[in-house]
């Protein structure tokens, strides 16, 4: 299930979204044969509606399970972006999709991924 904000909802108040989104959601293909990313991407995100866009921050982590090209040993790094943030237009030529009242964080999140 992708990652939603209701904007009717959001109009009344700031959304908190905390979770797990499994990485099939965020539509990632592999970067490189020796970089997959785990099962989650976890998230601690605020959104709040602004005069005609949408202010999202917060942070994402990933977990990546790597091979060193050299060796090829398996490790693991894990991308922590702390201080994530995304600024939605909702009017004007940038302006996000908004269906059924929602507009979706996938896209800008597997963007900064």
């Known amino acids: 299930m992708p990652l939603l904000l209701n904007v009717i909802e959001l109009s009344r108040s700031p959304i908190a979204l905390d979770g797990r989104l499994p990485v ?6 592999d970067p490189d044969e020796l970089i997959h990313p785990a099962e989650f991407l976890e998230h601690w995100l605020q959104a709040e ?3 005609g866009s949408i202010l999202v ?8 399970r790597c091979e060193c090209a050299r ?3 398996p490790f693991e790094h894990v991308m922590d972006l702390r201080e994530w943030a995304a600024h939605l237009e909702l009017k004007g030529n940038d302006a996000v999709p908004v269906v059924a ?10 963007e900064d991924i």
Do not use: N
């Open 49 to 51: 509606l602004m005069e």
């Open 71 to 73: 060796c090829l040993k």
């Open 101 to 110: 009242d929602a507009v979706d964080l996938t896209p800008q999140i597997r």
């Open 57 to 64: 921050q917060g942070r994402l982590r990933l977990a990546l």
């Open 24 to 29: 099939s959601e965020l539509g990632l293909t």
